[in-house]
């Protein structure tokens, strides 16, 4: 069964940093499109990052420069480190498998809040 | 950054009604769509990728259509549990983008 786990979420003040782990189990990461998608409170969705099998990967304009997706094939774990991070970043983080994200993670809430 | 305008934001309807919404890219982008459903404390569920390609264990009452830059999603007789939120999302070319997101709520 494929089950995707977000963990790493939580409370941190402006211009720090966090990294979000996604543990994946039913199917190997590292052969498969990974993406990360938010939803600030109360907005729509918002796509985030996608790391390729090939290790390509691309960002959404307002986090390029201060996320970086990453995997751990060892681990089977898909990562977003953030960095300087802002109140605007403040929402659930989901990861998701597939180019059109079909699986998805119950979510990690991130607050950036002094 | 290619836009998705999502229309309606928002509609209200009566169970049995046929739902429709729609989604414009702001360039081409051959079929490259998905549907998603949200509901309240939820994940998305992907409905519909490909424009057109209804996912499995998707009831049939849910249908996609368009290509290029203008996509519809139709649910033919709304049923309780389709009151929720819909995105369209284009993943034709990166940054990815989703619509702005259509509540379906209880007329």
């Known amino acids: 069964e494929v089950q995707l786990v977000e963990s790493g979420g939580g409370l941190v003040q402006p211009g720090g940093s966090l990294r979000l782990s996604c543990a994946a189990s039913?199917?190997?990461?590292?052969?498969?499109?990974m993406s990360w998608v938010r939803q600030a409170p109360g907005k729509g969705l918002e796509w985030v990052s996608v790391i390729y099998s090939g290790g390509r990967t691309y960002y959404s304009d307002s986090v390029k420069g201060r996320f970086t997706i990453s995997r751990d094939n060892s681990k089977n774990t898909l990562y977003l480190q953030m960095n300087s991070l802002r109140a605007e970043d403040t929402a659930v983080y989901y990861c998701?498998?597939?180019?059109?994200?079909?699986?998805w993670g119950q979510g990690t809430l991130v607050t950036v809040s002094s | 950054a290619i836009q998705m305008t999502q229309s309606p934001s928002s509609l209200s309807a009566s169970v049995g009604d046929r739902v429709t919404i729609t989604c414009r890219a702001s360039q081409g982008i051959r079929n490259d769509l998905g549907w998603y459903q949200q509901k309240p404390g939820k994940a998305p569920k992907l409905l519909i990728y490909?424009?057109?390609t209804l996912e499995r264990g998707v009831p049939s009452r849910f249908s996609g259509s368009g290509s290029d830059t203008d996509f519809t999603l139709t649910i033919s007789s709304l049923q309780p549990e389709d009151f929720a939120t819909y995105y369209c999302?284009?993943?034709?070319?990166?940054?990815?983008?989703f619509g702005q997101g259509t509540k379906v709520e209880i007329k």
């Open positions: 999302l284009q993943d034709n070319n990166y940054p990815a983008t």
């Open positions: 998701a498998r597939d180019r059109t994200p079909t699986f």
């Open positions: 039913g199917f190997t990461v590292s052969s498969n499109y």
């Open positions: 490909g424009a057109n």
